[in-house]
Nanobody, 120 residues
Framework: QVQLVESGGGLVQAGGSLRLSCAASGSIFSINVMSWYRQTPGKQRELVASITSRDITNYADSLKGRFAISRDNAKNTVFLQMNSLKPEDTAVYYC??????????????WGQGLRVTVST
């Protein structure tokens, strides 16, 4: 079985920074892409950033420049560095991964969500 374990969320004042982590564990052959999504009440879950196995990154246009996604391939971990945080960044952040298991079968997984609160 594969699990995505998220950490690093919490409460921060506007203008501050947080670094989210998501570690994938289990019978993993390779990870094709890892992403961060976020969701607030009344809104659909939206893509924040993604990174491929080739370190190709993609960001929501409104977040590019403030957020940075990276990965540690040796640890099957993806990070989201969030700087200059704004109250509107308050959301539940979800890690998402597309990977190959040891049987080389493509699978996708979601983390359980990590709350980020940015105070005024």
């Amino acid at each position: 079985q594969v699990q995505l374990v998220e950490s690093g969320g919490g409460l921060v004042q506007a203008g501050g920074s947080l670094r989210l982590s998501c570690a994938a564990s289990g019978s993993i052959f390779s990870i094709n892409v890892m992403s961060w999504y976020r969701q607030t009440p009344g809104k659909q879950r939206e893509l924040v950033a993604s990174i491929t196995s080739r370190d190709i990154t993609n960001y929501a246009d409104s977040l590019k420049g403030r957020f940075a996604i990276s990965r540690d391939n040796a640890k099957n971990t993806v990070f989201l560095q969030m700087n200059s945080l704004k109250p509107e960044d308050t959301a539940v952040y979800y890690c998402y991964a597309v990977l190959l298991t040891d049987s080389q079968r493509p699978r996708n997984y979601w983390g359980q969500g990590l709350r980020v609160t940015v105070s005024t």
